[in-house]
């Protein structure tokens, strides 16, 4: 069966003065999968993603979101997306419930913020502000908010970045839970473990070009086909196993 393209870049081009960020890119991502930007700092990934995002100007190419044109209906895209706002555009003195009503009469949608909460193990916060909650805790409260408007896709940028071993996998499942709710997921990270894990398919970007794009398996497998060798022999657990072991599973925030 056919599947659905939700987001479709053709010939991706975005130029800050004369320097060109990302040069010509194309690529597909689709319905209800986990799809990985991945590369070094400075690669464009987030220039990419804001573009889609109806965030920025792109200089040329063609976007198409479910099916909507990104020149012709940005506003019909805006409406189906979910994006992850950066930390400051949390109005400082509103507590948690309050943030989602603000959001949810912003989206003009019926919300349900002890649901919400509950779902991203943030019950225990309701009434606290969002500069009080832990580096985990934002991380789970700015990923909920993306689903206020019931999103077809959400776009996620380094959503676990500086986050403990423990908090990680958490994250990892409600992304997780989120896809399988229907969800499609654009992610960018900088943790390969983490894209290994959780992406369906990725694309390598490198210095604004897209110089691989599969699934994760499929990479490592051309890699090793390829003659490829680590020079250390591979044990059975590494450091994080280690520390997952010893201090175990539970989230230690909530
Ligand atoms: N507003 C801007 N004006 C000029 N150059 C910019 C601007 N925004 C980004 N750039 C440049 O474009 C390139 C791509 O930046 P971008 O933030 O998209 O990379 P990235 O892959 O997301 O990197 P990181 O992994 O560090 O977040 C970088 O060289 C960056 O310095």
Redesign the pocket.
């Known amino acids: 069966m056919e599947r659905k393209k939700m987001i479709e870049v053709k010939n991706l081009v975005?130029k800050?003065?004369d320097?060109t960020?990302?040069k010509g890119i194309s690529f597909e991502v689709f319905e209800g999968e986990i799809f990985g930007l991945l590369?070094?700092?400075?690669?464009?990934?987030?220039?990419?993603?804001?573009i889609i995002e109806t965030l920025r100007e792109k200089t040329s190419g063609e976007i198409t979101v479910d099916g909507f044109n990104l020149d012709e209906n940005p506003a019909a895209i805006k409406k189906i997306i979910g994006v992850q706002l950066q930390t400051a555009g949390y109005y400082p003195n509103l507590n948690l419930v309050e943030l989602i009503e603000l959001f949810g009469g912003l989206y003009n949608q019926p919300v349900n913020p002890k649901e919400l909460l509950e779902a991203f193990n943030l019950e225990d916060k309701a009434k606290a502000k969002f500069k009080a909650l832990s580096g985990g805790q934002k991380q789970r409260f700015s990923i909920a908010t993306t689903l206020i408007n019931k999103p077809k896709i959400i776009f996620l940028?380094?959503p676990t970045t500086g986050l403990d071993p423990q908090a990680r996998r958490n994250l990892w499942d409600l992304i997780k839970e989120v896809r399988a709710q229907g969800t499609t997921v654009v992610i960018?990270t900088?943790y390969m473990d983490e894209a290994e894990i959780l992406c369906d398919r990725c694309a390598i970007?490198d210095s604004?070009n897209i110089i691989a794009m599969d699934s994760p398996d499929a990479l490592i497998d051309k890699l090793v086909a390829g003659g490829f060798e680590r020079p250390k022999p591979v044990k059975q657990a590494n450091l994080e196993d280690v520390f997952i072991h010893l201090t175990g599973k539970e989230l230690r925030d909530s």
């Open positions: 975005k800050y003065g320097f960020a990302v590369g070094p700092n400075g690669a464009g990934k987030s220039t990419t993603l804001e940028d380094e960018t900088h970007v604004g």
